[in-house]
């Protein structure tokens, strides 16, 4: 299960050039390094242009499950998929999972990544019993409540290599997921913010909540998802195989307003069409619908794609999502994907975590010119003004001044940063000569 490519982040926009370097077989490097899992982000926090990217995913051993307990202990190479198959073998699941199993257990950590259960579960980083951090010059086991383990998680790699980690895991009835759907939005773009916040609170027994929308529609109709574990097929305990293949890129006349408002309204209609409100479904395919088209992010074309992911605190989420994507959908930026979702109260162990109580929207722009990308930066602003933030584990453009005002925290990472470890992300945005 290798990376698409050792050298870009999923979105593909980087040409940067790398030394390569794999953990475990050498000491570390004496000169600028990152460590590197699956490459499944976005933008330029796995990029290190000009450095070395210290690649963990041979290290992907699990070396003990006590299968009473559910703590699984492993080599942070190990991928989400490897843990997630022997864990539903024995009754137990990931706590949190983001939308794709081809992410490893350091990179996981190293974003603090979050899943369709942040309301009740909070991020990845909870879980986290204890890891090993490999620094320039020490290894320790780090424990939740140290200041350097809170810096590593959300520390995007630049505290040191983790190399092992203890998880705990939780017990699941068997490989199932009985989902729920329904549709929103008939009034306006506010009018469907309250109907999907609306939908949410009625789903206090539902772990996994979730809502597509569609951005290029100006009511921002969509669908609502809401999932709890059932014990589902004996079968379904395998994954569901990344069968499909995008054989070549999508050409960019394909890429454009047009096309994704055809697409969303496509998906749309289908949704309206199927009657089945209720279903049961491999969890699979309930977590990693993309999973199942290998390199799909060639659908975006050559140029690649920006990922658009932002957070408003609670009290001014209704308004300000609705005016960030009026604005967006008025400045005719086509987003092919949209999501939207709460975070809840539970606090985060990470000191760059990414959520916040509130509402997180997500959406996919491919090949963004500058039109779009000055929008992307009234959107930051607007995001700031709220006291809101930017994810930058999907981020490739946002500026200094911005990321400063999202994660004013950001200079205590800096003081326990790893003097030889450094990025391409970390060096946009902190740009005062202090990345190394
Ligand atoms: C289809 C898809 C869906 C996604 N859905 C979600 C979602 O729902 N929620 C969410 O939060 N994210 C989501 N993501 C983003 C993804 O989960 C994160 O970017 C994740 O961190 C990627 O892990 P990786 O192993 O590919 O690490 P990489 O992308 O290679 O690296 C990520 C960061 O981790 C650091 N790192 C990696 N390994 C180590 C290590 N051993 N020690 C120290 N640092 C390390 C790197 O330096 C880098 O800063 C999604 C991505 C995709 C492609």
């Known amino acids: 299960m290798n990376p698409l490519s050792l050298d870009q982040p999923w979105g593909r926009g980087s040409a940067a050039v790398h030394k390569h370097h794999f953990a475990g077989d050498t000491p570390l490097p004496d000169s600028s390094w990152l460590p590197r899992g699956l490459g499944r982000s976005y933008g330029d926090v796995c990029v290190n242009d000009g450095g070395t990217l210290l690649h963990t995913f041979r290290q992907d051993r699990l070396i003990a499950f006590d299968t009473t307990t559910g703590v699984i202990e492993c080599e942070a190479g190990a991928s989400l998929a490897d843990i997630a198959e022997v864990a539903l073998r024995n009754g137990w699941f990931l706590p949190v999972t983001p939308g794709t199993r081809f992410v490893t257990v350091g990179g996981a950590i190293a974003n603090d990544v979050h899943g369709k259960n942040h309301q009740h579960a909070g991020t990845f980083g909870r879980y986290v019993r204890s890891l090993t951090l490999r620094r320039s010059d020490s290894v320790s086991e780090l424990k939740p409540g140290d200041a350097l383990f809170s810096a590593t998680v959300a520390g995007m790699g630049l505290t040191g290599l983790i190399e092992r980690v203890r998880l705990q895991l939780i017990r699941v009835p068997g490989a199932g997921i009985v989902q729920q759907t329904k549709l929103f939005g008939r009034a306006d773009a506010l009018a469907s913010v309250d109907e999907f916040l609306a939908l949410e609170a009625?789903?206090?027994?539902?772990?996994?909540?979730?809502?597509?929308?569609?951005?290029?529609?100006?009511?921002?109709?969509?669908?609502?998802?809401?999932?709890?574990?059932?014990?589902?097929?004996?079968?379904?305990?395998?994954?569901?195989?990344?069968?499909?293949?995008?054989?070549?890129?999508?050409?960019?006349?394909?890429?454009?307003p047009w096309s994704a408002k055809a697409f969303n309204g496509a998906y749309f209609r289908a949704q309206s069409m199927n009657t089945a409100m209720q279903s049961e479904l491999p969890l699979w395919q309930f977590f990693y619908p993309l999973d199942a088209v290998s390199a799909w992010n060639r659908a975006y074309g050559k140029r690649g794609f920006v990922q658009y992911q932002f957070v408003?605190?609670?009290?001014?989420?209704?308004?300000?999502?609705?005016?960030?994507?009026?604005?967006?959908?008025?400045?005719?930026?086509?987003?092919?994907?949209?999501?939207?979702?709460?975070?809840?109260?539970?606090?985060?162990?990470?000191?760059?975590?990414?959520?916040?109580?509130?509402?997180?929207?997500?959406?996919d722009i491919a090949a963004p010119a500058e039109r779009e990308l000055r929008a992307l930066d009234r959107a930051d602003a607007m995001v700031a003004d709220v006291g809101g933030r930017v994810y930058p584990a999907k981020d490739s453009r946002m500026s200094s001044v911005m990321f400063k005002r999202f994660f004013p925290q950001w200079r205590e990472l800096e003081a326990l940063r790893d003097c030889n470890v450094s990025s391409s992300f970390w060096r946009r945005v902190t740009s005062d000569g202090s990345g190394k």
């Open 312 to 363: 408003v605190p609670k009290a001014a989420a209704r308004e300000s999502v609705t005016q960030i994507l009026t604005h967006l959908r008025t400045s005719n930026v086509a987003s092919y994907l949209g999501v939207i979702k709460s975070f809840g109260d539970i606090r985060s162990p990470g000191l760059m975590s990414f959520p916040m109580p509130g509402v997180t929207v997500t959406v």
């Open 202 to 256: 009625a789903s206090g027994d539902w772990p996994y909540t979730v809502g597509w929308i569609d951005t290029m529609h100006h009511r921002l109709r969509g669908v609502f998802f809401r999932g709890n574990h059932c014990r589902g097929d004996l079968a379904w305990h395998k994954p569901v195989p990344t069968t499909l293949a995008l054989p070549i890129d999508m050409p960019g006349w394909l890429l454009r």
